[in-house]
């Protein structure tokens, strides 16, 4: 799969963030800096999400592949959150944008665990539409993310550094700092079968 959006809009920003990846060079601060100002214009506007890339599910906030580079460069994901939905304590391994276009996200920064520590929270910031937010390695990578509201849905736009649907990375245990690997897949992607 590569890119399960047809609109003209999501094209542009395809095209423009592939080049930016092209002549980047893996500069992150570059990518991150660029890619920031090209994201907003994306989620300026919301009707280029088609619906089906918009639905929630009544327990798990769904995570919808929208592309994904063909040399795994990079990925872009629409994140749609239920009412009260929230993800466990989790890192990326890789730079990623987040661009809010409806409802509202709170994001919890984490400092990097201590041995069998309580994970300490570090920053708490709240999105709102048009607001894009940045994480990294090297600019902190943990957080928990979380939809604001208790009655209506929240979507985000996310870009990663990477195919983040096929990335190994950590959930972190909030009393202990422990970690348990996983790979989150895609919401719109068939489950392999059972071996």
């Excluded at 990294?136 to 009655?151: A, E, M, T, Y």
């Excluded at 972190?172 to 919401?187: E, H, Q, V």
């Amino acid at each position: 799969m590569t890119t399960t959006v047809a609109s003209p809009r999501f094209q542009q920003f395809i095209e423009s963030f592939t080049q930016l990846i092209e002549q980047s060079s893996n500069n992150e601060a570059q990518i991150l800096e660029s890619g920031r100002s090209l994201l907003g214009d994306l989620v300026a506007n919301d009707v280029w999400l088609p619906e089906q890339f918009a639905q929630p599910h009544p327990q798990y906030y769904q995570q919808y592949l929208l592309h994904a580079d063909p040399l795994d460069r990079y990925s872009v994901v629409s994140f749609v959150w239920g009412p009260g939905q929230k993800t466990p304590i989790h890192n990326h391994t890789v730079w990623a944008l987040i661009g809010m276009m409806r409802g509202s996200e709170r994001s919890e920064l984490f400092a990097v665990p201590k041995p069998d520590e309580p994970m300490q929270l570090v920053n708490t910031d709240t999105l709102s539409p048009g607001d894009i937010d940045m994480v990294s390695p090297r600019l902190g990578d943990i957080h928990r993310v979380s939809n604001v509201f208790d009655d209506r849905v929240s979507i985000s736009i996310h870009v990663y550094g990477g195919n983040i649907g096929r990335i190994s990375r950590h959930v972190y245990d909030a009393l202990t700092g422990r970690t348990k690997t996983f790979i989150s897949g895609y919401s719109n992607e068939p489950e392999a079968p059972a071996a």
